[in-house]
């Protein structure tokens, strides 16, 4: 029934073979009453395969070396390593090539490379920014404190009862002073998945841009950016198979030429005299100093794994899962689940029980070793607006299975005896 091969995918997994429970210690030593790990926190991060870490590992045994400024042979396989890696980045979400693709550190440092290189330049107070109700701290804060700093207004599309974005309301607050509007692709507290390409068409006709967070969409479905029409987007490696310390800023070309650097160092000029300096040609002009030489190669091989599984099929298998997370949660009747219905959603469930606060309950699914995340998942707000806390969030990914959610949903159960 599944589209994916689980079992051939677990295996490049070793870590799912964990055993985890007992205190912990040692990180990687099991102690005490332990139990097969069941890993249910993929929107925060995802496992890493055998592939991505022999890459890693490939590097540093055989030609870890500084990229661009080397003649020497180890530094040149370095370097047309690292920028190949630019150029599979390109093809993976359609952009033209690898002037688009600047690396970052994560999604977060993308957002702000742009809020700060673009938007402090160009935005004053008479200009307006455009986010949603269901944006993740990534964009919001940064956004909101690059409004401060300008006097841009900044405002937010409201989200309906169902999790969706009010278009209507959109179609309101887009205006001929909207600048900049930043959406996110997937949300990853509702699992919703956002109109973004009639945003982006709406934007557009307002002569604004936009911005939109693939963070939770590039890791589990096709994407393509010139489909949507993206301006500016995002997305990080560690969500996605790959590495920590990696995320992607795809621009358009011309805004990325027109656009100040963000860190200025070595790397990123071509010439420098004690008056001026003139910078490299992209995307190396918004990569100041050492980059993230082995986090980008590691990306490349995590996008080449996902590939051969294939991205309609990575995205099929989630849709399985998430759908019948959905519908064996609300079977419960003392279940809240936030955001659209099973069969309209990315493959995530966040969802409260009632009368548990959701650390108490992440606390007893770690009992079981169901592993899920606690809090406002970088959703203060949205949280806000839904009238609780926190909430405790299931999220799926190429190696999970439907016997694990019936492990969450026997912990869920679990949980519910003890709070009574
Ligand atoms: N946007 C969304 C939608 C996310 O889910 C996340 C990660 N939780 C981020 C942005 C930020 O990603 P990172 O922490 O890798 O910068």
């Known amino acids: 029934p599944y ?11 070793p870590i799912l073979q964990r055993k985890v429970g007992g205190d912990v210690t040692v990180p990687g030593e099991d102690e005490g009453d332990t139990k097969p790990l ?25 030609y870890n070396s500084n990229v661009h400024r080397g003649i020497h042979h180890l530094s040149q396989e370095a370097s047309v390593a690292y920028e190949n ?50 944006e993740h701290h990534a964009s919001l804060v940064t956004w909101q404190q690059i409004g401060k700093r300008t006097g841009a207004d900044v405002r937010f599309v409201r989200v309906d009862e169902d999790g969706r974005l009010d278009m209507d309301h959109a179609r309101e607050l887009v205006d001929d002073d909207t600048a900049m509007a930043n959406v996110v ?18 934007v557009h006709d307002h002569d604004g841009l936009i911005f939109v967070d693939g963070a939770q969409s590039v890791p589990h479905m096709p994407v393509d950016v010139a489909d949507i029409d993206a301006d500016f987007f995002a997305f ?26 963000y860190l200025y160092g070595g ?5 420098v005299t004690f008056e001026d300096s003139e910078w490299e040609d992209l995307p190396w002009k918004f990569e100041a100093g050492t980059p993230v030489i082995a986090q980008g190669i590691a990306l490349h091989a995590a996008i080449d794994y996902l590939e051969d ?31 659209p ?80």
């Not at 090539?97 to 550190?105: H, L, M, P, Q, Y």
């Not at 990080?236 to 920590?244: E, F, L, Q």
Request: proline share 3%.
């Open 309 to 339: 599984l294939g991205m309609e099929n990575v995205h099929a298998h989630e849709q399985l899962l998430a759908e019948y997370a959905y519908d064996r949660l609300t079977e419960r009747e003392d279940v809240d689940i936030y955001g």
């Open 85 to 134: 890696a630019h150029d599979r980045v390109a093809e993976f979400i359609g952009a033209e090539g690898r002037e688009e693709v600047v690396f970052t550190k994560n999604t977060t440092e993308a957002e702000n490379l742009v809020a700060y290189a673009w938007g402090l330049n160009e935005l004053g107070p008479e200009d307006n920014v455009v986010l949603t109700e269901m």
């Open 267 to 271: 790397e990123m000029i071509r010439k």
């Open 185 to 202: 692709h997937v949300s990853n507290t509702l699992g919703t998945v956002n109109p973004v390409r009639e945003l982006a068409d709406l």
């Open 38 to 62: 069941v890993y249910l926190d993929n929107a925060a991060t995802s496992h890493t395969p055998d592939q991505v870490v022999d890459t890693i590992a490939d590097y540093y045994r055989s």
């Open 3 to 13: 589209p994916l091969d689980v079992e051939a995918v677990r295996a490049d997994f």
């Open 341 to 420: 219905p099973g069969d309209d959603r990315a493959g995530l469930v966040a969802f409260n029980l009632d009368g548990v606060h959701a650390h108490d309950l992440s606390s007893i699914l770690n009992d079981h070793a169901v592993a899920v995340r606690a809090g406002d998942h970088c959703t203060q707000p949205l949280h806000d607006k839904l009238g609780v806390a926190a909430s405790a969030r299931a999220s799926f990914y190429v190696y999970n299975t439907r016997e694990e959610i019936d492990k969450l949903v026997e912990a869920v159960d679990d949980a519910r005896q003890l709070f009574a």
């Open 236 to 261: 990080s490696g560690h969500k996605m198979c790959g590495p920590t310390g990696i995320g992607v800023l795809y621009g358009k070309e011309h805004l990325l030429e027109e656009m100040e650097p």
